[in-house]
């Protein structure tokens, strides 16, 4: 009984996880895209830290700009190996729930910054700290993800070998 408390509770996380991500990244870059023009800045921290509307034809940083179909096909294949990943550890591993809600995170972002290139052509992009390129909501729940899996690969502490940690 407690494995299927379990299960159910490791679905519940992933699917409210992807579903949040793309949520509030839909909403944020409807929301931007409506606030600004096109390259339109409005600072909140003069100098540190304002909203600027980006159109990203490229891939993370802005590198390779227009190369269309290759940034649809790409992130879908990585979206359905992500899915797959997920399935598979979920149904026949004992997946911890931090790289439960990990792969979640690239998972919805990576669906969020999907939607935009097949619907507009381009990833809408935002948040700026000038001293980073401009990036948005699903850009952040990917790199969270990638820091946790990292964190989770690499602990800056030595554990006692164990099966299996639980932290939930």
């Known amino acids: 009984m407690v494995e299927k408390e379990r299960s159910i509770l490791d679905i519940l996380t992933c ?4 579903s949040g991500v793309i949520f509030f ?11 600004l023009h096109l390259g339109e800045s409005l600072p ?3 100098k540190v830290f304002h909203f ?3 159109h990203n034809t490229g891939i993370a940083f802005g590198l390779f700009k227009d190369n269309g179909m290759v940034f649809i096909i790409i992130p879908a294949i ?15 591993g004992d997946i911890d729930r931090w790289y439960i809600a990990a792969f979640s995170l690239i998972l919805g ?12 052509g381009y990833v809408i992009d935002f948040i700026d700290f000038r001293i980073w390129p401009v990036f948005n909501i699903a850009d952040s729940a990917i790199t969270v993800g990638a820091i946790i899996i ?10 006692k070998k164990s099966k299996k940690i639980r932290i939930f």
């Open 78 to 92: 990585a979206i359905g190996l992500l899915a797959y990943n997920l399935y598979y550890y979920h149904k026949f």
């Open 15 to 18: 699917l409210l996880t992807v």
């Open 52 to 54: 600027t509307l980006v």
């Open 44 to 46: 909140v921290v003069r």
């Open 150 to 159: 990292l964190f989770k690969c690499f602990p800056l502490t030595k554990e």
């Open 25 to 35: 990244d839909r909403i944020s870059k409807i929301f931007f895209s409506n606030l």
């Open 109 to 120: 972002g990576a669906i969020g910054n999907l939607v935009d290139r097949i619907s507009v």
